[in-house]
């Protein structure tokens, strides 16, 4: 898990590190919110949008390979109103073709998909914890989430301007590092995140 600065910079940083570069394409959806766009675009690649499922309103898996080329690189799946895309489907698309998936997270603190939680489904999760969510810190915020060592070291060095130690950089990086306000905010929060989604659930 990486901290960083905001939702945004998390998914920028996550697509980064899978080496996502100016004229790779970037399968997203077209029901999101800005930041998912934007932070694709910041990577100089360029954003092609799903249909969406009409039940869920996630991402409609069956509209992926009609968008695929040589030039899709990955697709970014977001987890909208506390639900999660249909990732099954995503993954088999994702291991046949050797696309990765990056999940945006930032509507899904706590969903499942299958017993497992968003986040750990794809190669990458992004978190924001901008005030308005589920979990809010106190002011911006967000989190990177991987099983892959190698892409954790990667998003470290990227959120502190590509530096290991300190003036020795080994690529060009971000400032984009999660301060200890929000830090402890956050760990108070998480100890109440699974209640308050539960009765998120019984008003809905």
């Known amino acids: 898990m990486v901290g960083v600065g905001s939702g945004t910079e998390a998914l920028c940083i996550a697509l980064e590190s899978c080496g996502i570069t100016a004229g790779d394409e970037v399968i997203t959806v077209t029901n999101t919110c800005c930041p998912t766009l934007s932070a694709i675009m910041a990577c ?19 509209d992926i390979k009609k968008l695929l080329t040589k030039k899709t690189k990955a697709i970014v799946p977001v987890h909208l109103y506390g639900q999660t895309a249909d990732m099954d489907a995503l993954l088999k698309v994702s291991n046949k073709y050797g696309i990765s998936i990056i999940e945006d997270c930032a509507q899904s603190h706590g969903a499942k998909y299958k017993n497992k939680r968003s986040g750990s489904l794809g190669l990458l999760g992004c978190f924001s914890f901008y005030p ?14 991987t099983n892959s ?3 954790l070291d990667k998003c470290r060095l990227l959120r502190n301007y590509g530096q290991r130690k300190r003036y020795q950089h080994e690529f060009a990086g971000f400032y984009s590092r999660l301060d200890e306000l929000q830090a402890g905010t956050l760990n108070i929060k998480l100890k109440r995140i699974y209640r308050w989604n539960e009765r998120r659930r019984q008003i809905a």
């Not at 100089?44 to 069956?62: K, R, W």
């Not at 969510?133 to 990177?144: E, P, V």
């Open 132 to 145: 308005t969510k589920n979990m809010g810190a106190f002011g911006d915020a967000g989190i990177i989430t």
């Open 44 to 62: 100089g690649a360029i954003p092609v949008l799903s249909d969406v499922d009409p039940e869920s309103y996630c991402m409609a898996a069956a």
């Open 149 to 151: 060592s190698a892409l």
